[in-house]
């Protein structure tokens, strides 16, 4: 991978030589001053990654934006100078998240962003496009997929982003993608079938769009431009997979080679389109794809997502581990260990670092075992599992969005973050 890029910077670099409008600069940490290797730059539509040393040129354009795994984008306008440096904040995201609901109604979100002043919480994950297809705000993308919205939770979501970014938040836009009732109804074509060749509905009576049909891609694409250019840091996919359920019907044969290489294909079209913003993107991963070798039946397998995305969000909730894990069979007794250990197991298997794993952790009551509620015990054990493995932070799930400080370290620790490894 690293001579790749190594090639990639050379051939970019002999490519502008002697061009008046490239510009020459250096990524580096701002804390540190060391320099950033392999760092992402974009001016316009040229891409590079900066070479081992932090340096890059690149064609002049509106403005340069760099980003890098453990760091907080940036973005500068246009330069005089043909020379740039650009320091990079480190940063390690711990989030809530927040519904579509949850982002537009005004006690949870200043619940949300009291906790956020008083703790170690720096980041959000909002709903975009939620488990329902609901989009908070007056969409383009919605209205150009044929929708109507006849409820919006957020009325001026520029302004909020705005404000929001004005606090230091980190922002997370999450889209579920092929769990779409309101797209399936309105073009049915694009739908999972069932035996009949009726709509199929899962357990939730939510229809769901056909992976394998490239058309209905267009929407939940489309809003992720719309996310990157209201100003979120990170494109977050979920329900990036195909339905967990038998006898249904697809537009293509329901192979493993054929269910992977279409999550596969849908991601490269994200960083194809995504590519003139240079956000980072994630995908949401079912916590037991880390211990199975195949896709788990659902297109999701580790090793391909991994050359994909910036930030792979293992879903550890203890309570979906309903046949526990090697050597602690029950979750509810070992929530530091479900999570360290699938982490640990998840770097073996890819050899990718800690900086490239972010993992969902669970606020909210048990619902497969004893049905305790998840406290200050259980949520420091889970945040310890992650930071014992060096994970990109953590992001707590609470489908109601009321959460507590329970289990937060009550003040921020001196820097966003702490410098990304190699």
Not at 356 to 383: S, T
Request: charged fraction near 25%.
């Amino acid at each position: 991978m690293k001579w790749a890029r190594k090639a990639c910077a050379a051939l970019a670099w002999l490519a502008m030589a002697g061009n008046a409008q490239a510009i020459e600069g250096l990524v580096r940490d701002s804390i540190s001053g060391r320099p950033i290797a392999w760092a992402v730059v974009v001016s316009g539509e040229a891409q590079q990654y900066a070479d081992e040393a932090g340096h890059f040129s690149i064609a002049a354009g509106a403005s340069v934006s760099a980003r890098a795994l453990g760091y907080r984008r940036r973005e500068l306008p246009a330069h005089d100078s043909t020379s740039l440096v650009i320091e990079l904040t480190p940063l390690r995201p711990k989030a809530l998240y927040l519904s579509a609901y949850g982002i537009g109604n005004a006690e949870l979100r200043g619940d949300a962003l009291k906790l956020i002043d008083e703790t170690e919480l720096n980041a959000l994950v909002i709903d975009v496009k939620g488990d329902r297809g609901l989009v908070p705000y007056r969409s383009a993308a919605v209205a150009a997929a044929g929708q109507k919205q006849d409820l919006l939770t957020v009325g001026d979501m520029p302004a909020l982003l705005k404000a929001l970014r004005g606090r230091g938040v980190y922002l997370i836009a999450r889209i579920v993608v092929f769990k779409d009732d309101p797209l399936a109804s309105v073009h049915p074509a694009w739908a999972v079938h069932d035996a009949r060749g009726g709509l199929w509905r899962d357990r939730e009576g939510q229809a769901w769009i056909d992976p394998f049909c490239h058309e209905a891609w267009g929407h939940s694409l489309a809003l992720a431009e719309e996310a990157a250019a209201l100003g979120f840091d990170e494109v977050q996919f979920d329900y990036l997979r195909f339905p967990d359920a038998r006898g249904l019907a697809f537009s293509e044969a329901n192979t493993e080679e054929h269910r992977v290489a279409a999550i596969d294909e849908f991601l490269a079209s994200a960083r194809r389109r995504l590519q003139r913003y240079n956000i980072f993107i994630s995908a949401d991963i079912f916590g037991y794809v880390a211990w199975n070798s195949g896709d788990t039946q659902i297109g999701q397998q580790l090793d391909a997502l991994a050359g994909r995305v910036d930030y792979l969000c293992l879903m550890l909730y203890p309570s979906g581990f309903a046949f526990g894990i090697p050597g602690y069979r029950d979750p509810m007794a070992a929530p530091f260990e479900i999570v360290r250990r699938t982490l640990q197991r998840a770097r073996q298997r890819t050899g990718l670092p800690g900086v490239r794993w972010r993992p969902w952790l669970q606020a909210f009551r048990d619902y497969a075992f004893d049905h305790r509620n998840f406290a200050a015990p259980e949520i420091r054990a889970q945040i310890g599992g992650a930071e014992t493995e060096d994970s990109d932070g953590w992001m707590l799930w609470n489908p109601r969005n009321r959460y507590g400080a329970q289990g937060l370290a009550p003040v921020h620790p001196p820097l966003e973050g702490k410098p990304a490894g190699p």
